[in-house]
């Protein structure tokens, strides 16, 4: 097809093995159309067999595509022109869905932004809603570790199409272990060479929420959208929190339907095995099957009874089974308390998690090779130090590599990581939602970090993280403690018999950069200038630090039981 300014965006189509007219399922993405996302989803020729005219497209600059690629920026107007081309096909009906994940969910929002007519539905998986704090930015902390990869994948695939092949050499092997330790460790020399133009320069230019970002993100395109969308997410995913604001934006204004599914999947794949953890049968992808349940009813008209179930599913991490909601659960956060004898950095037993009517809230407490201390609600701290030299590796949950729930025994032994642990369960905790930490810090620098993990403890010591949040505290920011970082939202079942526990941490790298002290942000930063943070934590009296889990009562309502096995909105169409 040829843009309205005269660029040639080329596709893939792929069509029904028999006569008559069809919808047409639209896919553009930016990493050569063959592909097709089959990372996580079915092949084109699957969707096809369903009875619909599939079309996957090169982007502006990619593939085969004419023109220059300038992230986001040509998505609007090409998604407009691309829509309605792909709703003239020959044998089209005139009606259209798009799905994709990552940038190819980023599409179908600027595509919606521009609406088209013939654009009836879509099914948006893992994208960035706000893209300064659902993407480029967490807590306020630049994501080096996903946007430096990203970055050079990118620009390798533009030397490639550029035929540079000493630039793509250069770059590959960048790619494949990242270059983190030039003079400013997040604006590497490579990419200053060999990709000057990239999005990259961009994004650590803008360290705030500033216009650029307004002016960029679809956030600020879709106020007035109205159409039924089909929202995907995983529990691991560095996008959850783009896939939920975006959820729960159209949920509250738009009139369509919206359902919401997370699974316990990273970014890719989308199975049963997730780091350390194997989810079972039930965790591998149902979406193929539910993107064709959601088309025949929105594009073919078919009754096909996915409206009539409730909009929310989540799978429960631990019993490892799908449970629906209503609506995204909020409320019944329960707040656990961090008390300390002073050693939380050196002994697992000197933290504690306790709920708010604990006795450990007034009494003493005894634990093994520390008699009679006293766990009270008067002041006391810990002292937490990062050290630049080494800092607290990145490890699963959503930020860290290898992603997931990870074995993280070996960094909760560290003596710059503080841990507070609960009490053995009595009884199976559930927890679903939004997870917060309130943490009264401060430091020795103008600048530090906070990085707060929530993870289940076993009887024989390991530990599994569930959840984590970062943030970047940096000088200007509101002084008034305490400060707030939001966990990644979850679903998982604690076993009773384990016990809960948060670990603090003063760095999360290469997730995240390290935090110099100085003040000056990632750009500007110089792997000379890091220096040694102390942060003080504060337990009990005038400042109770603590974190709010989202307790769901485990005696629900029997369709908040249903399993993906015996669900109709999980069988093959």
């Not at 998505?75 to 044998?91: H, I, K, M, Y």
């Not at 969308?229 to 691991?236: A, E, N, Q």
């Not at 409730?310 to 429960?316: A, D, T």
């Not at 009264?440 to 990085?451: G, K, L, R």
């Amino acid at each position: 097809m040829v843009t309205r300014d005269g660029v040639r965006l080329d596709a893939d189509i792929y069509r029904p093995d028999s006569a008559g007219e069809f919808p047409v399922l639209l896919m553009r993405q930016p990493y050569g159309r063959a592909i097709a996302s089959t990372v996580v989803y079915a092949h084109p020729t699957w969707y096809a067999a369903q009875g619909y005219i599939v079309v996957i497209q090169d982007v502006r600059g990619r593939g085969t595509s004419e023109g220059k690629f300038d992230l986001f920026a040509h998505e609007v107007e090409d998604g407009f022109d691309s829509v309605n081309w792909a709703a003239s096909l020959p044998g089209s009906t005139g009606d259209v869905g798009m799905y994709g994940f990552s940038y190819q969910g980023m599409t179908q929002l600027y595509a919606a932004a521009s609406y088209p007519k013939a654009l009836k539905t879509i099914c948006p998986a893992m994208i960035g809603y706000d893209l300064y704090s659902d993407w480029a930015y967490e807590g306020g902390a630049f994501c080096l570790q996903a946007n430096l990869g990203w970055a050079i994948q990118l620009a390798t695939e533009t030397a490639r199409l550029r035929s540079d092949e000493q630039a793509y050499q250069l770059l590959y092997a960048a790619s494949r272990n990242l270059p983190l330790y030039d003079l400013i460790p997040a604006r590497p020399q490579i990419l200053q060479d060999l990709a000057p133009d990239s999005f990259y320069h961009d994004w650590l230019d803008h360290p705030h929420p500033d216009e650029y970002w307004q002016k960029l993100s679809p956030k600020g395109m879709m106020q007035d959208v109205d159409m039924p969308m089909l929202h995907i997410g995983g529990w691991f995913d560095p996008f959850l929190r783009g896939t939920l604001h975006l959820y729960k934006d159209m949920a509250s204004d738009a009139s369509s339907p919206q359902h919401l599914i997370i699974g316990p999947w990273a970014h890719l794949p989308w199975g049963r095995q997730v780091g350390a953890v194997d989810y079972g049968l039930q965790a591998n992808s149902p979406v193929d099957a539910l993107q064709v349940r959601w088309f025949d009813q929105f594009l073919k008209g078919i009754d096909t009874n996915v409206v009539e179930q409730p909009p929310v599913c989540l799978f429960e991490m631990g019993t490892n089974r799908w449970r629906y909601f209503d609506s995204w659960p909020d409320g019944n956060q329960k707040s656990y308390y961090l008390v300390t004898s002073g050693l939380a950095s050196v002994r697992e037993d000197s933290g504690k998690l306790v709920p708010e009517e604990s006795q450990d809230m007034q009494q003493p407490s005894e634990t093994q090779g520390v008699s009679q201390i006293q766990y009270t609600c008067d002041l006391s701290c810990d002292l937490l130090v990062h050290d630049p030299w080494r800092p607290v590796p990145a490890m699963g949950g959503h930020a860290g590599m290898p992603v997931g729930s990870c074995d993280r025994t070996a960094i909760d032994c560290r003596t710059d990581v503080l841990t507070y642990t609960s009490e053995p369960l009595a009884e199976d905790l559930h927890l679903v939602g939004d997870v917060v930490f309130e943490v009264f810090c401060t430091a020795d620098t103008p600048s530090f970090d906070i990085c707060a993990v929530l993870s289940e403890v076993h009887p024989d010591g390991r530990v599994y993280n569930i959840t984590q949040g970062y943030r970047r505290v940096n000088p200007g920011d509101n002084t008034t403690n305490p400060w707030r970082i939001r966990l990644q939202a979850t679903c998982v079942r604690i076993a009773k018999g384990n016990q809960l526990r948060l670990s603090l941490s003063g760095a999360c790298f290469p997730a995240y950069p390290v935090n110099s002290g100085t003040g000056a942000f990632p750009s500007e930063s110089r792997l000379i200038d890091a220096q040694i943070i102390t942060l003080k934590v504060s337990c009990g009296g005038d400042y109770p630090t603590r974190v709010l889990l989202p307790i769901l009562n485990s005696h629900r309502s029997p369709k908040q039981q249903l399993t993906a096995r015996n669900d109709p909105m999980y069988e093959l169409p």
